[in-house]
């Protein structure tokens, strides 16, 4: 992945998490606190930001050393980890589909591998 696409799927997760976190805190805050998912919904939101800045943060450090292939690797296990993870925790809360929640700690490896590359890549540092 380049240091482009790894930035702009960085801002993309990001406005998705303003846009997602702002519905959800006051135009769906009823039925989220309704259905006892408010605090799920709030996990996903805060777990897709917290990737969205490392991303552009890698995708940055990519930029300044493009040598340090292994950050595309970093990149899809976290974008993997996004989409499985805050995905299946955002269709639970929309859905009540409880066997979703399975999906998320398969989210949860795939964030963590994330950063377990990233740890290998620094050794580049």
């Not at 309704?34 to 943060?57: M, P």
């Amino acid at each position: 992945m380049t240091a482009r696409a790894i930035i702009q799927i960085a801002a993309l997760l990001g406005a998705l998490g303003v846009g997602i976190g702002a519905f959800g805190a006051h135009g769906l805050r009823p039925m989220l606190e309704a259905s006892g998912r408010f605090d799920t919904f709030e996990t996903a939101v805060r777990y897709q930001f917290y990737h969205a800045l490392a991303l552009l943060a890698v995708g940055i450090l990519l930029q300044a050393k493009p040598e340090m292939r292994e950050l595309g690797t970093v990149s899809w296990m976290w974008l993997i980890g996004v989409i499985l993870f805050s995905g299946s925790l955002y269709t639970l809360c929309f859905t009540g589909i409880t066997k979703l929640g399975a999906v998320a700690p398969i989210g949860g490896l795939a964030l963590i591998a994330g950063w377990i590359a990233l740890l290998w890549a620094a050794r580049q540092l």
